[in-house]
């Protein structure tokens, strides 16, 4: 493949050239209650040629594999000229890299029959649905994926790469007394085969939540203390910090938040690193080929940096940062998070619940949601916290507001930092869905609405 491409690149007439092929294998079994619904298996491959002529703008040709390599870089070419600019777009320098990838062949799911994928699934299923005789429905789900990635720039960056991933998600419907209520839960993992065999306590953990809700009582709205565990804490960083702390590719996004705003205090300092081992979003060399780095983007409370493609770099003067993704086979990458963390601070999750008379503590964030300067966190699982301790599950309403006067409210960062292993994805409008992971310890915030409206 590398000399297929090496070839096409060399057909083009001038400037520079990125040729990026991608195949992806997936698998997804669904099972209601007993039954299994949908079972499917998908073999997929596309791919993307970019062009950029000295003087002009971009030209892209979409394809649906390698046959047509030539004609797609040079129909990238004339599209370029046909861009006239007024002033160049320049490319920030990158170190070239050449790196092959592969998986341990244990962790490779396209070498597990499909029965015995759907037997793992019946047993979490049943799992599921005889943890509680009140729960009245379920659903589970198993799903892989094994996307394989060449990539070739005509500077020389090459990139062959197969990644497997394999995940389970959990829905667990219970009803009593005519009250029903539902839990949804799940988990991803890179690679990831051996390690699905052993989840069945995450299945059972749906099935509780969703029996403990049956009579949980709900929060009065008004302002408490909120301490939010690790992977809510990472949901807030993502989307109210990270998603923010991106450039646009055109540099008119007035959402960007600019350099040396201040969101918060001393103890919070957000990042994203593509670089840590073993995570979905993790990577090596980004869709432009610039190799990947940890990113820290508020550091102390004042926004110090953004995450970067080579354009957008070049155009502020900055080094990019190896966060330009593509969201599917043929689309062009943009500046996107992959792992956003919040840094460890100090104390525990005791240290931080010591002092609150009465507050909530947030377990999970079914979604973030924010428009025009306001957040709002969407609870999952939630409890009070009663004279410095956990206590009983609630039914919690939406937590957040407007988003600085939020941040402001952080009062604590303790220091059991932990990823999160749930499959969780972002959604950004045209840019499309990939997938991410977040990072958090837990944190406390003094004094903010629970129960309002997003204007």
């Known amino acids: 493949m590398k000399e297929r491409l090496t070839d096409a690149i060399g057909a083009a007439p001038s400037g520079y050239v990125e040729i990026r092929l991608r195949r992806r294998w997936t698998t997804t079994l669904l099972i209601r209650r007993r039954d299994l619904e949908v079972?499917?298996?998908a073999d997929e491959l596309g791919g993307l040629v970019r062009c950029l002529a000295p003087g002009h703008g971009w030209g892209a040709v979409t394809m649906s594999g390698p046959e047509r390599l030539r004609p797609a870089v040079q129909g990238a070419h004339e599209l370029s000229l046909d861009a006239p600019r007024s002033q160049p777009i320049p490319l920030a320098s990158i170190p070239i890299r050449q790196?092959?990838?592969?998986?341990?062949?244990?962790?490779?799911?396209?070498?597990?029959?499909?029965?015995?994928?759907r037997r793992l699934l019946e047993g979490l299923a049943a799992e599921l649905l005889d943890a509680d005789r009140r729960v009245v429905d379920t659903r589970a789900r198993y799903a892989d994926a094994v996307v394989e990635t060449w990539l070739l720039t005509s500077e020389g960056s090459w990139l062959h790469e197969v990644r497997p991933e394999v995940s389970l998600a959990a829905l667990a419907v219970a009803e009593e007394d005519g009250t029903q209520e539902r839990a949804l839960v799940s988990w991803a993992q890179r690679g990831g085969w051996l390690a699905a065999e052993a989840?069945?306590?995450?299945?059972?953990?749906?099935a509780q939540r969703a029996v403990e809700r049956l009579h949980a009582p709900p929060v009065r709205p008004g302002r408490y203390p909120v301490v939010l565990d690790p992977r809510a804490a990472g949901v807030l960083v993502h989307r109210a910090v990270a998603h923010l702390c991106r450039s646009p590719s055109d540099g008119r996004d007035s959402a960007t938040l600019a350099l040396g705003t201040r969101l918060g205090p001393d103890c919070l300092t957000v990042g994203d690193d593509p670089t840590v081992a073993g995570l979905r979003a993790s990577l090596a060399l980004d869709d432009?080929?610039?190799p990947a780095g940890n990113a820290v983007l508020v550091r102390n409370g004042v926004v110090v940096s953004h995450l970067e493609t080579r354009a957008s770099a070049a155009r502020a003067g900055r080094a990019p940062t190896g966060h330009a993704l593509a969201a599917s086979l043929r689309a062009e990458p943009a500046a996107r998070a992959t792992n956003s963390y919040l840094a460890s601070g100090r104390g525990t999750l005791d240290d931080l619940l010591s002092g609150i008379d009465l507050g909530v503590y947030l377990g999970e964030v079914l979604a973030a949601e924010y428009n025009h300067g306001r957040l709002a966190l969407l609870p999952g699982y939630a409890r009070l916290v009663r004279a410095g301790h956990l206590a009983e599950p609630v039914r919690c309403p939406p937590i957040g507001g407007d988003l600085l006067a939020f941040l402001g409210q952080l009062d604590a960062v303790a220091s059991d930092f932990a990823w999160d292993t749930s499959e969780t994805a972002c959604a950004d409008g045209t840019a499309g869905t990939i997938p991410i992971t977040t990072g958090a310890p837990h944190a406390r915030f003094l004094d903010v609405p629970v129960g309002f409206e997003l204007a």
């Open 99 to 117: 790196l092959e990838i592969g998986p341990h062949p244990a962790d490779d799911p396209r070498v597990v029959p499909l029965g015995e994928k």
């Open 39 to 41: 079972c499917t298996t």
């Open 288 to 290: 432009e080929g610039t």
């Open 199 to 206: 989840q069945a306590g995450l299945f059972r953990t749906a």
